[in-house]
């Protein structure tokens, strides 16, 4: 058995041309990770929509319907970011499936990793920063309810704090946010995870893998997660052009692999999710994002899972 993908074509749709959200690196994703070897066909597992019940185990019915009808007033559709559409209806509701399925699939074997995911800026009632439902939390609430886990560990090193993540757990102690983002950059208004790690300007890799390594091993230690949900964002980059950090390939790739390694090595099952990325340079961009597969085929190896 080799390492669980999730990967749905309904990740994709098409978009106003020009638009800076660039919802073909979820398609190059998966084709590149056939074209370099890395997954095989038959390691990807295909999502479903969940039924609109779950989505609101975290999310308003109003909000829900509104959005799944394209009834959002033009305010909040604008604080998404993201122009509405059938299509985007789909492939939202698609991705938060490939979440729920990452999961499933991450307690059964190990490690498992979606192709899509880490849309923390969503809160309850509206979305924000291109996150339309909060996957994360979406997942967290199917496996609880479902009785698989009870205690979940949220690892975002998106470079973006999961504010909206954070909002939705803040009250709960079955869910453990860890937050390590830089500190000069969206959301302006930063909410209070369980655990926020701020980051300076311009940080490069191996301050940045050091100040992880202070963090996780304890965490694990602390929390005894049943699941960790990992969102593996690669903005930290230094040619994102939304991040302020300095991270290379290299260093994404060590961060994958430390945070995995650590995970695994003591018994924790880990789902991983993209996060965010933006780049003009595409194939650049995408490159970043298979990173974490990269990673993850390695572990799994490694470990044998």
């Given at each position: 058995m080799d390492l669980p993908i999730v990967y749905n074509p309904d990740y994709v749709v098409p978009l106003p041309e020009g638009h800076r959200f660039p919802m073909p690196k979820f398609r190059q994703l998966y084709e590149l990770l056939l074209a370099d070897g890395v997954a095989q066909t038959e390691q990807f597992h295909?999502?479903?929509?969940?039924?609109?019940e779950l989505i609101e185990l975290v999310h308003t019915p109003d909000y829900v319907q509104a959005y799944c009808e394209g009834s959002l007033d033009a305010k909040a559709q604008r604080r998404i970011g993201l122009p509405w559409s059938p299509g985007l209806v789909k492939r939202t509701c698609m991705a938060v499936g490939g979440t729920i399925l990452t999961a499933q699939?991450?307690?059964?074997?190990?490690?498992?990793?979606?192709?899509?995911?880490?849309?923390h800026?969503?809160?309850?009632?509206?979305?924000?920063?291109?996150?339309?439902?909060?996957d994360l939390a979406i997942a967290s609430r199917v496996l609880q309810k479902s009785g698989l886990v009870q205690k979940i560990l949220i690892v975002d090193l998106d470079v973006h704090q999961g504010d909206g993540t954070a909002f939705i757990f803040q009250e709960d102690d079955s869910?453990?946010?860890f937050s390590m983002h830089c500190e000069v950059n969206f959301p302006g208004t930063k909410q209070k995870s369980?655990?926020?790690?701020?980051?300076?300007?311009?940080?490069?890799?191996?301050?940045?893998?050091?100040?992880?390594?202070?963090?996780?091993?304890?965490?694990?230690?602390?929390?005894?997660?049943?699941?960790?949900?990992?969102d593996a964002g690669v903005d930290p980059h230094v040619g994102d052009r939304l991040g302020k950090l300095a991270l290379t390939d290299t260093g994404i790739f060590r961060r994958e692999m430390q945070v995995l390694s650590?995970?695994?090595?003591?018994?924790?099952?880990?789902?991983?999710?993209?996060?965010?990325?933006?780049?003009?340079?595409?194939?650049?961009?995408?490159?970043?994002?298979s990173l974490l597969h990269r990673a993850a085929s390695t572990v799994y190896r490694q470990y044998r899972l």
């Open positions: 295909t999502p479903s929509c969940p039924p609109q699939l991450a307690l059964k074997h190990g490690l498992a990793c979606n192709t899509a995911g880490g849309t800026h969503a809160f309850p009632s509206y979305g924000s920063g291109f996150c339309i439902f909060n869910v453990f946010t369980n655990l926020d790690v701020p980051l300076p300007v311009g940080m490069e890799d191996d301050a940045y893998l050091q100040t992880l390594g202070q963090y996780l091993p304890d965490l694990l230690s602390d929390v005894k997660p049943d699941l960790v949900l990992y650590t995970c695994v090595a003591v018994g924790y099952p880990v789902a991983c999710v993209i996060g965010g990325g933006y780049a003009d340079d595409l194939k650049s961009l995408v490159y970043r994002h």
